[in-house]
Structure formats: structure tokens, C-alpha cells
């Protein structure tokens, strides 16, 4: 096991002096916790417009943003339609130092496993909402197999999500059957 920081940078998110205006459309797109689903940053970002922001706060495709604040520390890989979007805190981003060792979309799904959604959940500061520090992140233990075993989790892992959504159709589905059938049994 190797500790995050070794393998990524940790940034906080970028903090706005003002409120946004809703309706702007400025030139950079924002990446505010709403954003952020179970299966990604979600499409058509809020925009605004900046001056003098630091390049470092400018996401790149391979990056992950992260929930730092509140239950559920959740994290998504940055696409190319969200790249040069910031992110605002209490998110966090990491950049890999090395992508061609830690596939961007491993490290999501080892940070959004039960275990390591568990260890998060313990190690954050509890004040009145759970706070997830950048030295919790940059301690967190992860393991690096080679490129082709992390590729190969990532196929399994998806699979079982494909699973997952075939046994909830067919949970539906036997719902249904058996409401019906109880329907024309009452001569409903």
C-alpha cells in the first residue's frame, strides 16, 4: 500500500469572494457539489466569469474531484467536456503525478468503495458536519497493482454495476407480475 500523496497532488477547490448569479454565462464552468452524481460530474455547468485565477485550479481530463464536506465522500473522474472547469470548495481535486502508473478512473473506484468510503468516514474531523482534511486524504492508503489488473477490476466492477441494474429491472418487473396476478385473482 502506498500513501495518496505519493501518487497525487491534493488541491482545495477554488473559493468564490462572491456569490454566483444564477443564469450567467461566463467563460469558466463551475463544478459545485450539486455536480457531482454516483456516476459522474453531471453536464451543463454553471459558468461564470474570473480574472487572475491560478493555472493549477484549471481541471484537466484524468483529474478527480471529490467530496471533502458531509457524508458520502464521494469522487469523479474529470472528462474531456468538463476539462478547464473549476472546482469550487469544500471539493477537493487530485491530479495524478504519474497516469500512466494509476488509471484515473482506479483511484474513483477504490475512493468509492464501502471500505474506503469507512476509513474516510473515521479519519474526518466531526464538528457540526464531518470535514475531510487534505492530510486525511494525503495519508489514505492505496494500492497500486500494474495497469492491467486495475483495468481488469474496472471491467469487473462494471459488470457488477450491469448486474446490479438487471436484478432491480427484474425485482420491478416480478413486483408488477405479482400485483397483477393478485389484481385478476380479486377480479380487479
Not at 458520502?72 to 467536456?81: L, M, S
Not at 478512473?105 to 473515521?122: D, E, G, H, K, M
Not at 489488473?149 to 438487471?166: K, P, Y
Amino acid at each position: 500500500m502506498i500513501a495518496l500523496s505519493e501518487l497525487v497532488t491534493l488541491h482545495r477547490g477554488y473559493t468564490l469572494r462572491s456569490t454566483i448569479q444564477r443564469g450567467n454565462e461566463g467563460a469558466i464552468a463551475l463544478i459545485q457539489e450539486k455536480d457531482m452524481r454516483n456516476d459522474g460530474i453531471q453536464p451543463g455547468l454553471q459558468r461564470i466569469n474570473l480574472t487572475r485565477l491560478p493555472k493549477h485550479h484549471f481541471l484537466q481530463p484524468g483529474d478527480l474531484v471529490l467530496r471533502a464536506l458531509g457524508a458520502g465522500n464521494r469522487a469523479c473522474v474529470v472528462t474531456p467536456d468538463a476539462s478547464g472547469a473549476i472546482c469550487l470548495a469544500p471539493l477537493v481535486y487530485l491530479r495524478i503525478h504519474q497516469p500512466a502508473n494509476l488509471l484515473p478512473a482506479f483511484l474513483a473506484w477504490f475512493i468509492n468503495t464501502s471500505r474506503t468510503q469507512a476509513l474516510l468516514a473515521r479519519q474526518a474531523s466531526k464538528g457540526r458536519e464531518r470535514m475531510l482534511t487534505l492530510e486525511d486524504l494525503r495519508k489514505l492508503p492505496l494500492p497500486l497493482p500494474c495497469v492491467e489488473r486495475q483495468r481488469s477490476v474496472l471491467g469487473i466492477s462494471a459488470l457488477d454495476s450491469q448486474i446490479a441494474v438487471l436484478n432491480q429491472q427484474l425485482q420491478d418487473k416480478q413486483r408488477l407480475y405479482a400485483e397483477e396476478s393478485l389484481l385478476r385473482f380479486v377480479g380487479a
